[in-house]
């Protein structure tokens, strides 16, 4: 068990629709990030939140937004989903070190889009 | 964009044989991290790696950060059915971000 925490652990939804998933970190931990894996894209970074703002940002799409709150917990929205969008959706936290960071993976959320 | 090369893509081996695996980049990575993946699981950290030329062990796995911060290997010893599993490489590249770049994924299969 990593301490990050991921709900819902599955989702199942229509094209179109909007879901919000959500992540804890562990905790101690104050930066945040959002992974996207797919069959055909592996592992892909989307956005990174450090205390509350953001700090990188990765291919995400402008369907889909994040945000990290004052107890430190994060939500990514996704938005206007389309079949494309189903996949495997993990969160990782780390202290954010700079560099020499190491990150955390919660279980993930899996999304199908139907 | 910044990408990193994991081969062998899938291993099926032996039970009690040695396990290699690297990971090569074109660009300087400030980090290297392997990570193993089961079905239906998150990642799980096995090993960071911080310095160039660092070589660091966790139990029967050991990992090494290149000379020239371009590549790592990951290599298991007297595997056993239980490594079974997606192994993946990552690293942050060069620039104050917590972005992880991840490898495409070794699949092993460990037959008894």
């Known amino acids: 068990d990593s301490g990050v925490t991921q709900t819902p652990k599955h989702l199942i939804t229509a094209t179109g629709q909007r879901v919000t998933l959500r992540c804890s970190p562990r905790s101690g931990d104050l930066s945040v990030y959002w992974y996207q894996q797919s069959l055909d894209q592996g592992l892909q970074f989307l956005i990174q939140?450090?205390?509350?703002?953001?700090?990188a940002k990765g291919n995400i799409l402008e369907r889909f937004s994040a945000q990290q709150f004052p107890d430190l917990h994060s939500e990514l929205n996704l938005s206007s989903l389309e079949l494309g969008d189903s996949a495997l959706y993990f969160c990782?936290?780390?202290?954010?070190?700079?560099?020499?960071?190491?990150?955390?993976f919660g279980p993930g959320t899996r999304l199908t889009v139907l | 964009g910044q990408q990193l090369n994991q081969s062998p893509q899938s291993m099926f081996i032996q039970e009690g044989e040695d396990v290699s695996m690297n990971c090569t980049s074109s660009?300087?990575?400030?980090?290297w991290l392997w990570y193993k993946q089961e079905p239906g699981e998150g990642p799980v950290l096995l090993i960071a790696?911080?310095?160039?030329?660092e070589l660091t062990s966790n139990g029967r796995l050991t990992a090494q950060f290149g000379i020239t911060r371009k590549d790592s290997f990951l290599n298991i010893s007297a595997s056993i059915p239980s490594d079974v599993g997606i192994y993946f490489c990552?690293?942050?590249?060069?620039?104050?971000?917590?972005?992880?770049?991840f490898g495409q994924g070794t699949t092993l299969q460990v037959k008894p």
């Open positions: 660009s300087i990575f400030n980090t």
């Open positions: 939140y450090y205390n509350g703002e953001e700090r």
């Open positions: 990552a690293g942050h590249p060069s620039g104050n971000t917590g972005k992880l770049i």
């Open positions: 990782a936290s780390s202290v954010w070190t700079g560099a020499t960071d190491t990150q955390y």
């Open positions: 790696l911080y310095k160039a030329g």
